[in-house]
């Protein structure tokens, strides 16, 4: 059963994601090929299995749930979790490349590490690979008791569009798995590369995966598929999963960059990019010192977003796609 959905896994990448992949140089990480990497991957005995469990994991923890909440409504409540700031970012269908890339970002990572280290790079390569399923599974720990949702334009004029009302239901907003992928990603390369002595050689494509980071996060908003306030609970999820490589203060540098850096024209203007940064940063401590109370007490790092889906309007219509 597992070995099909290898497959189905491979082609939902390869058709979401293949043009933002077009790179040229080999010494970029979106040079890499997603296609070679699944076989590199899923090629060696003592990272395939863990590989398909991988794909397990995101199949079990994102599709399986959505949909069958969709076709059985009302077995798990359905918050709204919009901000007025949502209205201040502006609905730019050409982001959607950027935002799709969120899976590719990190098999595309493993395909890099693989291509350059060799065997060498297994055992490290393995750790991501359960990381990241496991990381399918804890945000699933949120959308099993409370799902989320938010005011997405029924846009379909792009067949990318069209894809993504077909096969999301758009129902786990909070917290963003696109987020903390892309965190888990960048921070967690850091730390292999770091472990291997190897941080002067790679700082390029260090940067790279950061500041890809920060253009899939902010494409997320772009095309309207998450609000201000998923961001904040990814980001504390993302403390609360790993506060080693991603502590407050990381969380508060990569904040910072959020609708900030240089650009020649930029959608959101400086006023607004600070208002919702605020917001961000102020909703991700507003989580972070509800869970210092809740730890006393032996609660768990889900009770502040449970508590903040708790207090949102509920959305009863959940097959509404």
């Known amino acids: 059963m597992v070995p099909p959905l290898a497959a189905l896994y491979y082609y939902y990448v390869k058709i979401m994601t293949e043009p933002a992949s077009n790179k040229k140089t080999a010494a970029v990480i979106a040079a890499e090929s ?12 003592y990272l395939r299995t863990t590989g398909l469990l991988c794909i397990a994991s995101i199949f079990r923890n994102f599709f399986f749930l959505q949909y069958r909440a969709s076709f059985f409504p009302g077995r798990i409540p359905v918050s709204r979790v919009d901000h007025p700031l949502d209205n201040k970012v502006p609905f730019i269908p050409g982001r959607v490349n950027t935002y799709l890339d969120f899976v590719a970002f990190w098999v595309r990572t493993l395909g890099f ?176 010192a509800q869970r210092e109370e809740t730890a006393n007490s032996g609660g768990d790092w889900r009770e502040p977003l449970l508590a903040f889906l708790k207090e949102s309007p509920a959305r009863h219509d959940t097959r509404k796609f």
């Open 113 to 288: 590490l693989v291509r350059t280290f060799g065997r060498g790079i297994f055992e490290p390569v393995r750790n991501f690979l359960e990381s990241m399923g496991n990381l399918y599974a804890y945000a699933a720990e949120v959308y099993k008791t409370n799902l989320s949702t938010t005011d997405r334009p029924f846009y379909i004029k792009q067949p990318r569009f069209l894809l993504i009302h077909m096969v999301d239901p758009h129902l786990m907003c909070i917290p963003s798995l696109h987020v903390m992928v892309v965190i888990r990603t960048y921070t967690l390369f850091r730390e292999i590369i770091k472990g291997l002595g190897e941080e002067e050689r790679f700082t390029a494509q260090a940067e790279e995966l950061w500041q890809g980071a920060l253009d899939i996060t902010e494409a997320v908003l772009y095309v309207k598929q998450h609000s201000v306030n998923c961001i904040s609970a990814a980001l504390y999820a993302m403390t609360c999963f790993e506060p080693r490589l991603f502590p407050p203060a990381e969380a508060e540098h990569f904040v910072s960059c959020i609708f900030a850096r240089p650009l020649a024209k930029k959608p959101v203007n400086d006023e607004d990019g600070s208002k919702i940064r605020e917001h961000i940063l102020s909703l991700y401590k507003r989580f972070l």
């Open 34 to 45: 997603v296609p070679l990497t699944f076989v590199r991957v899923l090629g060696k005995p």
